[in-house]
């Protein structure tokens, strides 16, 4: 009778960072991002969180010195 019981049907809302898929824009399955999108709130065009949106600590605070920066210096 296990064979008559309905399956559970789960929903997928993201998808492993281990699964190789097929890139949309060179169209082979990698398993690492290649940089060729542009991504959208930190999410390729694949779907994965994109590593080249990512920000790194030094990176924001070189930002905000430029910022700082810019702003104390005059136009000239």
């Avoid at 991504?39 to 930002?63: E, K, N, Y």
Wanted: glycine share 6%.
């Amino acid at each position: 009778m296990a064979l008559l019981r309905p399956k559970h049907q789960r929903k997928r809302t993201s998808l492993r960072s281990y699964v190789t898929i097929t890139c949309p824009h060179n169209g082979h399955q990698v398993s690492w991002c290649r940089a060729l999108c542009e991504p959208i709130d930190g999410q390729g065009d694949c779907g994965r969180v994109a590593p080249h949106s990512l920000v790194g600590r030094t990176q924001v605070a070189i930002a905000i010195f430029q910022e700082k920066s810019a702003k104390a210096t005059p136009n000239r």
